[in-house]
């Protein structure tokens, strides 16, 4: 897959229901340098054809070394397409926020899958303690999950 700049772009994925689709990649960050820079992922959604249904790009900021980042958006899909196939870039900011400090990495506790409260179609959601490890408050704090028994 793609890399610079001290960051990899280890897989992407898609899923679709209908008009809306979910693009999603795995960025890998690898350089000290790059907390605090932005890194764009740029996804082509492509029918059985190789035509392009839909494109759209998703920014997601780097907070420490070492981080594996999920970088993934909601997508219409015109005309109710099939999608086959999800090409994705990635691109590291030129910015640099030499201001930046790292910060650390969130833990998680087990996740565990229940009916979801809010629904009335039985909709399903997941539940998950996580642990901050600083004595501040995080302000819309965002997660992502990954399996790891299987590739995206």
Do not use: C
């Not at 209908?18 to 999603?24: E, L, S």
């Not at 350089?31 to 759209?56: H, K, P, R, Y």
């Not at 629904?119 to 399996?147: C, F, H």
């Amino acid at each position: 897959m793609e890399s610079g700049k001290g960051a990899r772009l280890l897989r992407s994925g898609f899923g679709q229901s209908g008009r809306d689709a979910w693009v999603t990649s795995l960025v890998e960050y690898q350089a000290e340098n790059n907390v605090g820079q932005f890194v764009t992922v740029g996804f082509n959604l492509l029918d059985s054809d190789g035509e392009i249904l839909a494109s759209t790009d998703q920014v997601e900021k780097f907070s420490r070394a070492d981080e594996k980042l999920a970088v993934g958006t909601q997508v219409d899909i015109p005309d109710r397409g099939k999608v086959a196939k999800v090409e994705a870039k990635m691109e590291v900011s030129e910015h640099s926020n030499v201001d930046a400090e790292p910060f650390p990495e969130i833990t998680s506790g087990n996740v565990k899958v229940v009916r979801s409260e809010y629904s009335e179609y039985g909709d399903r959601v997941a539940r998950v303690w996580v642990n901050n490890p600083t004595i501040e408050s995080l302000k819309s704090p965002r997660v992502s999950l990954q399996r790891q028994d299987r590739a995206m």
